[in-house]
């Protein structure tokens, strides 16, 4: 994988992210909110990961 490649993933990854971070479907329990919110931080750290490899490489 080239530099550019593994910056544009680790964007769309964090997007995806978000995404999942904002817009959880169906109706939300305190629990499932919780890893909700965990899941969507943790797509977020992955897409981060992504991009600072792509930059250190």
């Known amino acids: 994988m ?3 490649i593994k910056i544009i993933l680790g964007l769309l ?3 995806a992210g ?3 971070y904002l ?3 169906g109706n939300l329990a305190a629990l ?3 890893i909700k919110g965990s899941f969507g931080l943790l797509v977020i750290f992955i897409g ?4 600072l490899i792509g ?3």
């Open 23 to 25: 817009q959880w479907p």
């Open 18 to 20: 978000a995404w999942t």
């Open 2 to 4: 080239n530099k550019s």
């Open 32 to 34: 499932w909110t919780i």
């Open 55 to 57: 930059f250190t490489e």
């Open 48 to 51: 981060l990961m992504f991009v």
């Open 13 to 15: 990854i964090m997007l």
